[in-house]
């Protein structure tokens, strides 16, 4: 059975910084490229950032480039998301997920976690 449980959300103020984890069991990890998305309460679920399996490329949203950063550690099955100058925009539950490639489609993406809330104050 796949798993991917996310942990680090938060409140933070405007400006701060937070990283979020992303734990995976049940699949070949690093044969999974890894993606973050977020759906803030009335909007459509928006891509954030991919990360290739083996971790050799990266892709990122506008929104996100150059406040954010996705890395994975593939001998603890492991990806992260360090998020810096965070805006209240940023604001959403955030989910992981995995895709036999890289993708900002969600709808290319086999499995899911259940999400952490990242809040961020004006």
């Known amino acids: 059975q796949v798993r991917l449980v996310e942990s680090g959300g938060g409140l933070v103020q405007a400006g701060g910084s937070l990283r979020l984890s992303c734990a995976a069991s049940?699949?070949?990890?690093?044969?999974?490229?890894m993606g973050w998305f977020r759906q803030a309460p009335g909007k459509e679920r928006e891509f954030v950032a991919t990360?290739?399996?083996?971790?050799?490329?990266?892709y990122y949203a506008n929104s996100v480039n150059g406040r954010f950063t996705i890395s994975r550690d593939d001998a603890k099955n492991m990806v992260y998301l360090h998020m810096n100058n965070l805006h209240p925009e940023d604001t959403a539950p955030y989910s992981c997920?995995?895709?036999?490639?890289?993708?900002?489609?969600?709808?290319?993406?086999?499995?899911w976690g259940q999400g952490t809330q990242v809040t961020v104050s004006s």
């Open positions: 049940g699949l070949s990890f690093n044969s999974y490229a």
């Open positions: 990360i290739q399996w083996r971790g050799g490329d990266t």
């Open positions: 997920a995995a895709a036999w490639r890289m993708a900002v489609d969600p709808t290319l993406y086999d499995y």
